[in-house]
């Protein structure tokens, strides 16, 4: 029977970074992916140049019902250490905003740094493999996948969300964590669209394609960036970072014009352009499609000198403070990233071990920490990816 010190299940981001760290500490490493190929979400990531991470990352970019858990990862890896590998293979690389880094040129010069990482140190990468059981055993653990069990003395599960099931997620992270009797936090899809009911529905058709930059805020939880009307509901940046924290059920507020006295700008008009349309009057802080919406939607047109200062403040406070009530997301299909996952109470910090498990491990989404938009869940993929390589 075939034995390894180390088998790693899922070839993403957190599976190849904990390989090549093992790796480097002389283990013999077998890294098993069940796609064709390793790295998908590092190959479609950032409109395929890979924001591979952001250098204002912090403890506070991050979601989980332990929010101290990522703090010793991310310390002893984190955005400046992966530059350094970055610029060591002399990858062209810019910031681009937030703080967020893009390759220049592809996606793929990073997924090739990493493979040459892993064949440097003597990783085993296999693809299109299927793992069909685990057991624990007194040495460590049988994996079948094949006609014989691979024996591992460490098992480390890299293995994701549900996001994008179209690239091959599934929940067998969350099912071997169950197999161990290790809590789940619920998986939710996160860094997603929001949706609507029938009220908006059809609204947001007609404004599909308008993109402006807001203020979005969902309880104590604000983020400023740009918003985007599409068909179906709310999507851009903004939506995507506060659909972490949206819960069903709750009501977001949107400042569509962030930093601008509406209602101010808005009396302004009054006085010196009399006789034009109110829609035309917001269409200069607003986009026009999204001004005529609003007024219509607030049910107050006319002329400048034919409204009220009240109906005016009606129109500014709608800008300066939209109150939406989604009624869902777009679910996992489009969801960038999972929320939720393996908990953090049933990990050490520090190895990224199971508790009551020796010798398995859980690294990057599979477990309950979720980054904001932006490079942070890659950079959370690495930082916790080495930590677990030190260890298996």
Known sequence: MTQYDVVIIGGGAAGLMCS??????????LLLESNK????????SGGGRCNFTNIHCKAGNFYSDNPHFCKSALKRYGPRDFIALVEKYEIAY????LGQLFCDNSA?????????ECEEVGVKVHVNTQVKNIKKTIEGFDVSFGEEPIKAHSLVIATGGLSIPKMGATGFGFDIAKQFKLKIVDPVPALVPLTFGEEFIFDFRTLSGVAVDVDVKCGKTSFHE?????HRGLSGPAILQISSFWRSGQEIIVNLAPGRDSFGELKALKLSQPKQEIQTALSTILPKRLAVYLCERANIQGTMADLSHKNIKIVADVVSEWRLKPNGTEGFATAEVTRGGVSTSEL???TMEAIKVKGLYFIGEVVDVTGHLGGFNFQWAWASGHAAGQYV
Request: proline letters at 0%.
């Open 20 to 29: 090549i760290e093992a790796g480097k500490r002389g283990r013999s490493v």
């Open 37 to 44: 190929s390793v790295a998908g979400k590092i190959r479609i």
């Open 94 to 97: 810019h910031e681009k905003t």
């Open 108 to 116: 793929h010069d990073i997924i090739d740094m990493l493979l040459a």
């Open 226 to 230: 740009a918003l985007l009307f599409t």
């Open 348 to 350: 050490s910090s520090k």
